[in-house]
Protein backbone atom coordinates (compact mmCIF):
# COMPACT_ATOMS: atom_id res chain seq x y z
CA UNK A 1 0.00 0.00 0.00
CA UNK A 2 1.60 3.44 -0.88
CA UNK A 3 2.33 5.99 1.79
CA UNK A 4 -0.42 8.06 0.57
CA UNK A 5 -3.21 5.69 0.23
CA UNK A 6 -1.77 4.33 4.36
CA UNK A 7 -2.63 7.91 4.94
CA UNK A 8 -5.95 8.09 3.32
CA UNK A 9 -6.76 4.76 4.92
CA UNK A 10 -5.76 5.96 7.89
CA UNK A 11 -8.02 8.97 8.19
CA UNK A 12 -10.90 7.07 6.93
CA UNK A 13 -10.49 4.81 9.67
CA UNK A 14 -10.25 7.36 12.52
CA UNK A 15 -13.59 9.19 10.76
CA UNK A 16 -15.18 6.21 11.31
CA UNK A 17 -13.67 5.65 14.57
CA UNK A 18 -15.49 9.19 15.65
CA UNK A 19 -18.85 8.48 13.92
CA UNK A 20 -19.50 5.30 15.48
CA UNK A 21 -18.59 6.45 19.14
CA UNK A 22 -21.56 8.72 19.13
CA UNK A 23 -23.95 5.97 18.15
CA UNK A 24 -26.72 4.83 20.68
CA UNK A 25 -26.25 1.81 22.29
CA UNK A 26 -27.76 -1.62 20.92
CA UNK A 27 -28.41 -4.75 21.83
CA UNK A 28 -27.89 -8.62 21.13
CA UNK A 29 -30.87 -10.89 20.46
CA UNK A 30 -30.73 -12.32 24.11
CA UNK A 31 -30.18 -9.28 26.23
CA UNK A 32 -33.59 -8.17 24.95
CA UNK A 33 -34.93 -11.85 26.32
CA UNK A 34 -35.46 -13.89 23.48
CA UNK A 35 -33.55 -16.79 22.64
CA UNK A 36 -34.31 -18.90 19.63
CA UNK A 37 -33.96 -22.43 19.70
CA UNK A 38 -33.51 -24.97 22.46
CA UNK A 39 -29.75 -25.56 22.27
CA UNK A 40 -27.31 -23.70 24.07
CA UNK A 41 -24.77 -21.32 22.37
CA UNK A 42 -21.06 -20.82 22.56
CA UNK A 43 -19.16 -19.16 25.23
CA UNK A 44 -19.26 -16.01 22.61
CA UNK A 45 -22.61 -16.97 21.13
CA UNK A 46 -20.10 -16.61 17.76
CA UNK A 47 -19.33 -17.93 14.71
CA UNK A 48 -15.46 -17.44 16.57
CA UNK A 49 -16.80 -20.61 18.92
CA UNK A 50 -15.93 -22.98 16.70
CA UNK A 51 -12.03 -23.39 16.97
CA UNK A 52 -9.60 -21.59 15.02
CA UNK A 53 -12.07 -20.18 12.90
CA UNK A 54 -10.97 -16.31 12.46
CA UNK A 55 -13.06 -13.20 11.27
CA UNK A 56 -11.54 -9.87 10.33
CA UNK A 57 -13.46 -6.60 9.19
CA UNK A 58 -12.66 -3.43 7.40
CA UNK A 59 -15.34 -0.57 7.45
CA UNK A 60 -15.06 2.24 5.18
CA UNK A 61 -17.60 5.12 6.03
CA UNK A 62 -15.97 8.23 4.49
CA UNK A 63 -17.45 11.35 3.39
CA UNK A 64 -21.25 11.43 2.59
CA UNK A 65 -21.41 8.65 0.06
CA UNK A 66 -19.46 5.88 1.25
CA UNK A 67 -20.79 3.22 3.32
CA UNK A 68 -19.05 0.12 2.58
CA UNK A 69 -16.40 -2.60 3.44
CA UNK A 70 -15.89 -6.51 3.64
CA UNK A 71 -15.72 -9.17 6.28
CA UNK A 72 -12.99 -11.81 5.73
CA UNK A 73 -13.45 -15.32 7.58
CA UNK A 74 -10.82 -17.85 7.78
CA UNK A 75 -11.51 -21.76 8.65
CA UNK A 76 -8.19 -21.86 10.18
CA UNK A 77 -5.12 -19.94 11.13
CA UNK A 78 -2.51 -21.98 8.52
CA UNK A 79 -1.83 -22.40 5.37
CA UNK A 80 -5.38 -22.74 3.60
CA UNK A 81 -4.32 -23.73 0.28
CA UNK A 82 -1.99 -26.50 1.53
CA UNK A 83 -4.62 -27.71 4.17
CA UNK A 84 -7.66 -27.08 2.78
CA UNK A 85 -10.82 -27.57 4.33
CA UNK A 86 -14.35 -30.02 2.91
CA UNK A 87 -16.82 -27.54 1.88
CA UNK A 88 -20.09 -26.25 0.65
CA UNK A 89 -22.35 -24.21 -0.84
CA UNK A 90 -26.28 -24.16 -1.25
CA UNK A 91 -28.53 -21.71 -2.93
CA UNK A 92 -31.86 -20.60 -2.06
CA UNK A 93 -32.46 -18.19 -4.07
CA UNK A 94 -29.58 -17.54 -7.05
CA UNK A 95 -29.50 -14.13 -7.91
CA UNK A 96 -25.97 -13.07 -7.20
CA UNK A 97 -22.29 -13.29 -7.59
CA UNK A 98 -20.34 -15.94 -5.53
CA UNK A 99 -17.26 -16.00 -6.78
CA UNK A 100 -15.69 -19.74 -6.52
CA UNK A 101 -18.32 -21.25 -5.97
CA UNK A 102 -18.65 -23.79 -9.03
CA UNK A 103 -15.27 -25.25 -7.74
CA UNK A 104 -16.44 -25.57 -4.19
CA UNK A 105 -19.33 -27.53 -5.81
CA UNK A 106 -17.21 -29.82 -8.07
CA UNK A 107 -14.24 -30.47 -5.95
CA UNK A 108 -15.66 -29.77 -2.19
CA UNK A 109 -13.26 -28.37 -0.27
CA UNK A 110 -12.40 -24.39 0.04
CA UNK A 111 -8.42 -23.29 -0.30
CA UNK A 112 -8.72 -19.77 0.46
CA UNK A 113 -10.48 -17.15 3.12
CA UNK A 114 -13.71 -16.55 2.39
CA UNK A 115 -14.32 -12.71 1.73
CA UNK A 116 -17.78 -10.54 2.00
CA UNK A 117 -18.14 -7.48 0.32
CA UNK A 118 -20.62 -5.36 -1.92
CA UNK A 119 -21.63 -6.43 -5.47
CA UNK A 120 -19.17 -3.97 -7.51
CA UNK A 121 -16.41 -4.68 -5.20
CA UNK A 122 -16.01 -8.43 -5.76
CA UNK A 123 -12.81 -8.25 -8.19
CA UNK A 124 -10.71 -6.38 -5.73
CA UNK A 125 -11.67 -8.81 -3.00
CA UNK A 126 -10.70 -11.72 -5.04
CA UNK A 127 -7.10 -10.00 -5.55
CA UNK A 128 -7.00 -9.57 -2.05
CA UNK A 129 -7.33 -12.92 -1.71
CA UNK A 130 -5.01 -14.13 -4.24
CA UNK A 131 -2.37 -11.87 -3.38
CA UNK A 132 -2.41 -12.93 -0.18
CA UNK A 133 -2.24 -16.45 -1.01
CA UNK A 134 0.50 -16.37 -3.47
CA UNK A 135 2.50 -14.96 -0.76
CA UNK A 136 2.13 -17.72 2.01
CA UNK A 137 4.93 -19.93 2.98
CA UNK A 138 4.94 -22.71 0.77
CA UNK A 139 2.58 -21.55 -1.79
CA UNK A 140 5.49 -20.46 -4.40
CA UNK A 141 4.59 -22.47 -7.23
CA UNK A 142 0.80 -21.96 -6.93
CA UNK A 143 -0.12 -21.21 -10.26
CA UNK A 144 -3.74 -21.42 -9.46
CA UNK A 145 -6.03 -19.77 -6.56
CA UNK A 146 -9.93 -20.48 -6.34
CA UNK A 147 -10.87 -17.47 -4.22
CA UNK A 148 -13.99 -17.45 -2.55
CA UNK A 149 -16.17 -13.77 -2.74
CA UNK A 150 -19.49 -13.63 -1.42
CA UNK A 151 -21.36 -10.35 -1.85
CA UNK A 152 -24.60 -8.62 -1.50
CA UNK A 153 -25.95 -4.96 -2.54
CA UNK A 154 -25.28 -1.91 -0.46
CA UNK A 155 -26.13 0.49 -2.93
CA UNK A 156 -29.25 1.71 -1.13
CA UNK A 157 -26.59 3.51 1.31
CA UNK A 158 -23.53 3.59 -0.06
CA UNK A 159 -22.28 5.22 -3.46
CA UNK A 160 -21.15 1.41 -4.97
CA UNK A 161 -20.30 2.80 -8.08
CA UNK A 162 -17.84 5.09 -7.26
CA UNK A 163 -16.42 1.46 -5.92
CA UNK A 164 -15.04 2.54 -3.00
CA UNK A 165 -12.52 -0.60 -2.12
CA UNK A 166 -9.10 -1.55 -3.31
CA UNK A 167 -7.17 -4.51 -2.85
CA UNK A 168 -4.94 -3.48 -0.03
CA UNK A 169 -8.10 -2.01 2.02
CA UNK A 170 -9.60 -5.37 1.52
CA UNK A 171 -6.51 -7.82 2.50
CA UNK A 172 -6.66 -5.96 5.56
CA UNK A 173 -9.51 -8.09 6.70
CA UNK A 174 -7.69 -11.07 6.09
CA UNK A 175 -4.41 -10.20 7.88
CA UNK A 176 -6.12 -8.53 10.79
CA UNK A 177 -8.66 -11.43 11.24
CA UNK A 178 -8.74 -13.05 14.53
CA UNK A 179 -10.53 -15.27 16.95
CA UNK A 180 -12.40 -13.63 19.86
CA UNK A 181 -15.80 -11.67 19.70
CA UNK A 182 -17.30 -10.54 16.56
CA UNK A 183 -18.09 -7.20 16.20
CA UNK A 184 -21.58 -7.00 14.96
CA UNK A 185 -24.12 -4.60 13.18
CA UNK A 186 -23.00 -1.48 10.42
CA UNK A 187 -19.52 -2.97 10.24
CA UNK A 188 -17.34 -4.61 7.50
CA UNK A 189 -19.28 -6.07 4.86
CA UNK A 190 -22.66 -5.06 6.40
CA UNK A 191 -21.81 -1.16 6.97
CA UNK A 192 -24.54 -0.19 4.14
CA UNK A 193 -26.90 -3.02 4.18
CA UNK A 194 -30.53 -2.86 4.72
CA UNK A 195 -32.68 -5.93 5.85
CA UNK A 196 -36.59 -5.80 6.61
CA UNK A 197 -36.43 -2.52 5.94
CA UNK A 198 -34.00 -1.61 8.67
CA UNK A 199 -30.64 -1.37 8.62
CA UNK A 200 -29.02 -4.52 8.21
CA UNK A 201 -25.39 -5.63 8.96
CA UNK A 202 -23.10 -8.62 10.41
CA UNK A 203 -24.49 -10.73 12.79
CA UNK A 204 -23.30 -13.87 14.23
CA UNK A 205 -24.50 -16.41 16.45
CA UNK A 206 -23.40 -20.36 17.51
CA UNK A 207 -24.82 -23.47 19.16
CA UNK A 208 -23.19 -26.27 21.04
CA UNK A 209 -23.83 -29.39 21.31
CA UNK A 210 -23.98 -32.09 24.45
CA UNK A 211 -21.66 -34.14 25.17
CA UNK A 212 -24.11 -37.17 24.37
CA UNK A 213 -24.50 -35.60 20.91
CA UNK A 214 -20.89 -35.32 19.94
CA UNK A 215 -20.22 -32.00 21.97
CA UNK A 216 -19.54 -30.50 18.44
CA UNK A 217 -19.90 -26.58 17.57
CA UNK A 218 -21.95 -25.06 14.80
CA UNK A 219 -21.24 -21.27 14.25
CA UNK A 220 -22.80 -18.69 11.45
CA UNK A 221 -21.80 -15.27 10.37
CA UNK A 222 -24.17 -13.31 8.15
CA UNK A 223 -24.02 -10.47 6.01
CA UNK A 224 -28.11 -9.53 5.71
CA UNK A 225 -29.54 -7.32 3.68
CA UNK A 226 -32.73 -8.72 2.82
CA UNK A 227 -36.42 -8.31 2.91
CA UNK A 228 -39.65 -10.09 4.19
CA UNK A 229 -42.06 -10.13 7.34
CA UNK A 230 -39.84 -9.65 9.96
CA UNK A 231 -40.45 -13.03 12.49
CA UNK A 232 -38.04 -13.02 16.19
CA UNK A 233 -38.01 -16.10 17.75
CA UNK A 234 -41.67 -16.64 16.75
CA UNK A 235 -42.54 -13.15 17.69
CA UNK A 236 -44.17 -10.84 14.54
CA UNK A 237 -42.24 -7.84 14.72
CA UNK A 238 -42.77 -7.05 11.35
CA UNK A 239 -46.60 -6.46 11.70
CA UNK A 240 -46.28 -4.75 15.00
CA UNK A 241 -43.98 -2.67 13.95
CA UNK A 242 -45.88 -2.18 10.45
CA UNK A 243 -43.43 -2.51 8.56
CA UNK A 244 -42.90 -5.39 5.99
CA UNK A 245 -42.75 -6.69 2.64
CA UNK A 246 -45.89 -6.06 0.17
CA UNK A 247 -47.64 -3.70 3.56
CA UNK A 248 -47.09 -0.67 0.94
CA UNK A 249 -45.43 -1.79 -2.34
CA UNK A 250 -48.49 -2.35 -3.93
CA UNK A 251 -49.64 1.51 -3.46
CA UNK A 252 -45.78 2.94 -3.25
CA UNK A 253 -42.77 3.02 -5.29
CA UNK A 254 -40.65 4.05 -2.61
CA UNK A 255 -41.99 1.50 0.38
CA UNK A 256 -39.03 1.16 2.50
CA UNK A 257 -39.15 -2.84 2.56
CA UNK A 258 -39.34 -4.10 -1.43
CA UNK A 259 -38.39 -7.66 -0.45
CA UNK A 260 -35.69 -8.04 -2.44
CA UNK A 261 -31.83 -7.96 -1.50
CA UNK A 262 -29.66 -10.82 -0.73
CA UNK A 263 -27.42 -12.36 2.12
CA UNK A 264 -24.93 -14.61 2.17
CA UNK A 265 -24.37 -17.09 5.31
CA UNK A 266 -21.10 -19.06 6.58
CA UNK A 267 -21.80 -21.82 8.37
CA UNK A 268 -18.51 -23.06 10.07
CA UNK A 269 -18.75 -26.55 12.21
CA UNK A 270 -15.82 -28.79 13.95
CA UNK A 271 -17.77 -32.00 13.32
CA UNK A 272 -15.86 -34.41 11.03
CA UNK A 273 -18.50 -33.69 7.92
CA UNK A 274 -17.58 -35.10 3.88
CA UNK A 275 -18.94 -32.44 1.83
CA UNK A 276 -21.85 -34.03 1.21
CA UNK A 277 -23.19 -33.29 4.63
CA UNK A 278 -21.68 -29.61 4.86
CA UNK A 279 -24.32 -29.20 1.85
CA UNK A 280 -26.88 -30.52 3.75
CA UNK A 281 -26.12 -28.18 6.74
CA UNK A 282 -25.95 -25.03 4.42
CA UNK A 283 -29.07 -25.69 3.36
CA UNK A 284 -31.14 -25.92 6.68
CA UNK A 285 -29.13 -22.54 7.27
CA UNK A 286 -32.03 -20.85 4.65
CA UNK A 287 -34.50 -23.41 6.82
CA UNK A 288 -32.88 -20.82 9.59
CA UNK A 289 -33.24 -17.50 7.50
CA UNK A 290 -36.97 -18.80 6.79
CA UNK A 291 -37.43 -18.38 10.37
CA UNK A 292 -36.76 -15.01 10.33
CA UNK A 293 -39.51 -14.05 7.94
CA UNK A 294 -37.39 -13.79 4.47
CA UNK A 295 -39.23 -13.35 1.56
CA UNK A 296 -36.90 -14.84 -0.94
CA UNK A 297 -37.83 -12.56 -3.54
CA UNK A 298 -36.71 -12.84 -6.99
CA UNK A 299 -34.63 -10.19 -6.92
CA UNK A 300 -32.78 -11.91 -3.33
CA UNK A 301 -29.12 -13.72 -3.81
CA UNK A 302 -29.76 -16.19 -0.77
CA UNK A 303 -26.71 -18.17 -0.20
CA UNK A 304 -25.22 -20.79 2.74
CA UNK A 305 -21.34 -21.64 2.11
CA UNK A 306 -20.47 -24.60 5.03
CA UNK A 307 -17.23 -25.58 6.14
CA UNK A 308 -15.62 -28.06 8.62
CA UNK A 309 -12.71 -27.08 10.54
CA UNK A 310 -11.91 -30.88 12.09
CA UNK A 311 -8.39 -32.04 11.08
CA UNK A 312 -9.48 -34.93 10.33
CA UNK A 313 -11.16 -33.93 7.67
CA UNK A 314 -8.61 -31.44 6.05
CA UNK A 315 -7.31 -32.32 2.25
CA UNK A 316 -3.69 -32.03 3.14
CA UNK A 317 -0.98 -32.71 0.92
CA UNK A 318 -0.95 -36.26 2.47
CA UNK A 319 -4.58 -37.47 1.45
CA UNK A 320 -4.37 -35.68 -1.91
CA UNK A 321 -1.53 -37.49 -3.16
CA UNK A 322 -2.37 -40.95 -2.42
CA UNK A 323 -5.63 -42.75 -0.91
CA UNK A 324 -6.39 -41.81 2.71
CA UNK A 325 -8.32 -42.33 5.56
CA UNK A 326 -10.76 -39.63 6.37
CA UNK A 327 -13.07 -38.85 9.11
CA UNK A 328 -16.78 -39.21 8.41
CA UNK A 329 -19.25 -38.40 10.87
CA UNK A 330 -22.26 -40.69 9.77
CA UNK A 331 -26.06 -39.96 8.84
CA UNK A 332 -27.96 -41.14 11.67
CA UNK A 333 -25.67 -38.43 13.91
CA UNK A 334 -26.40 -35.62 11.81
CA UNK A 335 -29.52 -34.48 12.89
CA UNK A 336 -28.58 -32.77 15.92
CA UNK A 337 -25.99 -30.29 13.98
CA UNK A 338 -29.22 -29.66 11.74
CA UNK A 339 -30.92 -27.81 14.37
CA UNK A 340 -28.15 -26.17 15.54
CA UNK A 341 -27.31 -24.46 11.85
CA UNK A 342 -31.12 -23.77 12.14
CA UNK A 343 -30.84 -21.99 15.77
CA UNK A 344 -27.72 -20.11 15.21
CA UNK A 345 -28.69 -18.74 11.32
CA UNK A 346 -31.57 -17.26 13.22
CA UNK A 347 -29.91 -15.84 16.03
CA UNK A 348 -27.01 -14.32 13.63
CA UNK A 349 -29.62 -12.40 11.38
CA UNK A 350 -31.64 -10.89 14.31
CA UNK A 351 -28.45 -9.99 15.92
CA UNK A 352 -27.21 -8.07 12.75
CA UNK A 353 -30.75 -6.07 13.31
CA UNK A 354 -30.70 -5.74 16.73
CA UNK A 355 -26.83 -4.43 16.84
CA UNK A 356 -26.85 -2.52 13.58
CA UNK A 357 -27.22 1.69 13.97
CA UNK A 358 -28.92 4.28 12.16
CA UNK A 359 -27.25 5.03 8.94
CA UNK A 360 -27.08 8.16 6.16
CA UNK A 361 -25.33 7.42 2.73
CA UNK A 362 -26.39 7.53 -0.17
CA UNK A 363 -28.95 6.09 -2.43
CA UNK A 364 -26.87 4.74 -5.98
CA UNK A 365 -30.16 4.41 -8.25
CA UNK A 366 -31.61 7.83 -6.77
CA UNK A 367 -28.79 9.22 -7.13
CA UNK A 368 -29.64 10.93 -3.91
CA UNK A 369 -28.78 11.52 -0.19
CA UNK A 370 -30.65 8.57 2.05
CA UNK A 371 -31.14 7.45 5.48
CA UNK A 372 -32.15 3.85 6.84
CA UNK A 373 -33.54 3.60 10.88
CA UNK A 374 -32.21 1.29 13.00
CA UNK A 375 -34.84 -1.23 14.42
CA UNK A 376 -36.06 0.42 17.70
CA UNK A 377 -35.13 -0.83 20.35
CA UNK A 378 -37.34 0.31 22.78
CA UNK A 379 -40.52 -0.69 20.76
CA UNK A 380 -38.89 -4.01 20.42
CA UNK A 381 -39.18 -4.78 24.38
CA UNK A 382 -42.54 -3.41 24.05
CA UNK A 383 -43.63 -5.56 21.65
CA UNK A 384 -41.46 -8.72 23.49
CA UNK A 385 -43.53 -8.03 26.38
CA UNK A 386 -46.80 -7.83 25.50
CA UNK A 387 -46.07 -11.49 23.78
CA UNK A 388 -45.13 -12.87 27.19
CA UNK A 389 -41.66 -13.51 26.56
CA UNK A 390 -40.16 -11.16 29.49
CA UNK A 391 -39.99 -14.06 31.16
CA UNK A 392 -36.67 -15.43 29.81
CA UNK A 393 -33.53 -14.05 31.50
CA UNK A 394 -30.60 -12.72 29.03
CA UNK A 395 -27.66 -15.76 28.72
CA UNK A 396 -25.04 -13.75 27.57
Known amino acids: MTLSRLCAFALMIIAMT ?134 TNDGGLNDIRARTLNADIIRTTIENAQGGPVEEGAVGAGTGTIAFGWKGGIGTSSRELPKKLGGWTVGVLVQSNFGGVLMADGVPLGEALGQHYLKEAVDREDATDKGDGSIMIVVATDAPLSDRNLERLAARAIAGLARTGASMTNGSGDYAIAFSTNEDVRRTPARREKVAKIADLPNGLFSPLSEAAIEATEEAILNSLFMATTTEGWNTSRAAPSRVEAIPLDKVREIIKKAGRTDQEPTE
Not at 37 to 56: C, F, M, Q
Not at 62 to 88: F, S
Open 18 to 151: SSAAAEEPRARTRDLGLAPGVLEPGELNAITDVAGVRVGHVTVREGERARTGATAILPHGDNLYQDKVPAAVFVGNGYGKLMGSTQIVELGEIETPIVLTNTLNVPEAAAAIIEWSLEQDGNDRVGSVNAVVGE
